[in-house]
């Protein structure tokens, strides 16, 4: 039995789709069981679906029965009251290690991120990096993932741009320079070098770096998404400490703001793979990110937009409001 930790987010409820495709039975673990049931719908029958939380340990030693092998995904990137990085990222990776320590667990795939490092200037990156020593010093038979920026349908990151253009009719601003480089990673291709790595124990104790097959700047990704939507704005870069205090009134009005403070720290630096595993390791040939493959953007529209600004559930993005989710 394979556990998923953070299951019905967005890697989560692709890599379960994908493990459930390899004939690999999955406890999904969630935090909220009626996104899962919303996002995992095609898949409920074939699967467990159990609630737990990271933060809570003695909530975790019951999901780990009968498991030999954990997939730890949850993180957030977005803080929120006692939802902090250091409660869910770093302090729930320990639990969720100890955890599965205790129960005899064989093998851990632990989600890491490109750039995470216990000495980064970024709180973020810095949680991570930290969960991912406490990891690798565990003892158990590891392998952690680090992607650059994931994209595809229900992705946070580029469709929030598409989303955002939909809303700005003529000019288009541009966080900072615009020269911030990514990597952009399908996530199907993540998901597929996860499921690969179950089978390869060449991979036990090796970090991997995950990429798209080009780097772009944040400006060339803009471009493409304007692209992929069949349309063009003026594009007017906007200096990151004039946006600042603007993102600070939309995250403490919006229940899920499109952009907040640590994701514009994020914005400045740089997310290139050194060595991308994706090739190297897994021999996956990386779906680029271009407008041919962008086209379910089309279908995102301002009131949809606003709807998920606000907590609103969309359909493309599974989300469900916090006020439904207790
Ligand atoms: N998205 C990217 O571009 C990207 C890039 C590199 C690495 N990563 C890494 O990939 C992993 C998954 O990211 P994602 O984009 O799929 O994020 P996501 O959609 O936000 O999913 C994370 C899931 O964690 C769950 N969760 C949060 N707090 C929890 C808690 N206290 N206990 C149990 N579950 C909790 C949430 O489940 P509920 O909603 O059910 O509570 C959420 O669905 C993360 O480790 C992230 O750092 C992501």
Redesign the pocket.
Known sequence: MILV????????NNLVRRLVQAGKPVRA?????K??LTRLKDVEAKIEIVR????RPESLAEWMQGVDTVI??????VEKGK?TYDT??YQ?TVNVVDAAKRAGVKRFLN????GASSDSKSRFLGS?GRAQEYVAKSGLNWTA???????GP????ANVQARLIKMTPVIFPIVGDGKAQFQPVYVGDVVEAMVKSLDDDSTIGHEYELGGPEVLTYAEIVDRVLKALGTNRLRVKVPVPVLRPLVAVMQTVLPTPPVTSSLLDLLALANVTQENGLISKFGIDPKPFVPENLGYMKNFNSLTTLGKFFGKPTEESGVISTAM?K
């Open positions: 930790t953070g299951a019905s987010g967005y890697v989560g673990m969630v935090g909220n069981v996104k899962a737990g939380d990271v933060t730890h995904l949850v993180a957030i990137a939802r869910i990222n729930g989600m890491c991120q490109n991570k993932f680090r992607p650059s920026v994931i994209w229900q992705d946070e990151f989710q």
